[in-house]
């Protein structure tokens, strides 16, 4: 199995030193800078933003009519439906309101009613992520993927299919995750089958079903059935596509474990998991923060704006506690995922394929 203390060459191994730091420590520093006090102003103009690139979307839609141009709108309505989703990803981390109720209604809003996505179910599948990141078998962004971060994790994947993805997700990664947006838009009514669906759960089934009710008319009423399966096309697998690149670059190709309990302690196995891009503008916008995982994972309710000046603070504890701290450059962090996914399949043809004949 692939750990913390036997990390392949691509990734950061994980030092045979003493841990000096705590949680407590670096806590009390980014509580003492201000940085976990809520920033109602900043999600205003957020949301606001937001509200405008979404509509700005969905009135081109209907003022070009039956158009081919119709795909740059599908391209534009991929991008505001990720940075909404992002938006209910501050709220499910209680980053906008310091109630419960005033995260869920912004979360609901832009979770089940904008992109279609079921707020509860991610909230819940979400938590279990933060709290065991990397977990082979307890980390539920691990156990959803049709791709293996462990040579082990083969054996629950029969069929021709699976052994392919497999043995070249080094790429196919990238091309699976087209497909996440419809695996998101599916989630509620697989946890609803499931029982997973606990709170508000006919409410969210009502509301996800007149999501995908409204989108559909209103894609098929404007556009002919080419084109409108063209825009749905487009439009889902680049939203599924945002969506893998956001999560991408976080966690994978860093150590990872497993086992029945959890044997490391919140501090370090957040930080040792989690990986962030060298910061700058741009990603701060793209990623909406998760781009600062590394500070996102320790401080999950640190508003996604303080997250920036948290880094250095966080960087300089974990360099003097001899915590690993990961940080790359953007197209690096894609490198290395490939990398190491590619990794993982050549093990697995060295277990599964006969040695050549003259070898024996």
Known sequence: M??????????????????????????RIVRDAGLMDARPGYFALRTAA????????????????????????????????GQTALVGHDAGHRQIFRTRRGNEVVGYLHGDVLTGVSFGWWVGHHTRHHNFPNHLSMDPDILRRQVIFDPGQRHGRPGAVSRFIVRHQAWMFYVLIMMEGLRLHLSGY???????????????????????????????????????VAFVLVHQALFGFYMGLLFAPNHKGLPVRDGEAEEL?????????????????????????????????LFPSMPRCNLRRAQPLV?????????????VPLVRSYREVSAY??????????????APRGAR
Request: hydrophobic share 50%; net charge negative; with cysteine.
């Open 190 to 228: 697989v946890a609803a089958r499931r029982g997973a669906l606990r709170r508000h759960r006919n409410a969210e089934l009502a509301v996800l079903t007149l999501h995908l009710a409204a989108y559909t008319a209103a894609v098929f009423l404007v556009l002919p059935p080419v084109k409108a």
């Open 50 to 81: 937001n509200a405008v690139l979404f509509a700005a979307g969905w009135t081109a839609f209907a003022v070009l009519g039956d158009s081919w141009w119709q795909l740059a709108v599908a391209v534009w309505l991929a991008f505001a439906f």
């Open 341 to 354: 996914l590619g990794e993982v399949s050549d093990e697995v043809r060295r277990l599964e394929d006969p």
């Open 2 to 27: 692939t750990s913390l203390d036997q990390a392949p060459q691509h990734r950061p191994v994980w030092p045979d030193v003493p841990v000096t730091g705590t949680l407590e420590e670096v806590t």
């Open 265 to 297: 302690d919140w501090l370090t196995r957040q930080v040792a998991t989690s990986r962030n891009l060298l910061p700058n503008r741009f990603s701060d916008f793209f990623y909406g923060g998760l781009n600062y995982q590394i500070e996102h994972h």
């Open 315 to 327: 960087k300089e504890f974990c360099l003097r506690s001899a915590l690993p701290y990961a940080e």
